[in-house]
């Protein structure tokens, strides 16, 4: 099995900065696309960053240019390092992994983490 494990979240005031890992364990062969997904209160989860095992990289809209995504391919580990914090930023922020494991080789499974609450007060 897999385990997403996610980090850095909390509460932060607003043009503040916060950096969120998580990290993947388990039988893992390799992973492919990972990214970072918010939910806030009553709306849709919806995707912040993204990026390949490659380092090709894609952001919302709302974040770009404040958000970097970057990971480190060795530790099987993705961040996202928040800057300029608004408000509207706050959400719980989940990982996502398209994990390949050693009893599904070819396939690859996409994995969640358990959410990590970031709060940003104006």
């Known amino acids: 099995q897999v385990q997403l494990v996610e980090s850095g979240g909390g509460l932060v005031q607003a043009g503040g900065s916060l950096r969120l890992s998580c990290a993947a364990s388990g039988s893992i062969i390799s992973i492919n696309v990972m990214g970072w997904y918010r939910q806030a209160p009553g709306k849709q989860r919806e995707l912040v960053a993204g990026?390949?095992?490659?380092?090709?990289?894609n952001y919302a809209e709302s974040v770009e240019g404040r958000f970097t995504i970057s990971r480190d391919n060795g530790k099987n580990t993705v961040y996202l390092q928040m800057n300029s914090l608004k408000p509207e930023d706050t959400a719980v922020y989940y990982c996502?992994?398209?994990?390949?494991?050693?009893?599904?080789?070819?396939?690859?499974?996409?994995?969640w983490g358990q959410g990590t609450q970031v709060t940003v007060s104006s």
């Open positions: 996502n992994a398209g994990v390949e494991l050693a009893s599904w080789r070819g396939t690859y499974l996409s994995c």
């Open positions: 990026i390949t095992r490659g380092g090709s990289t």
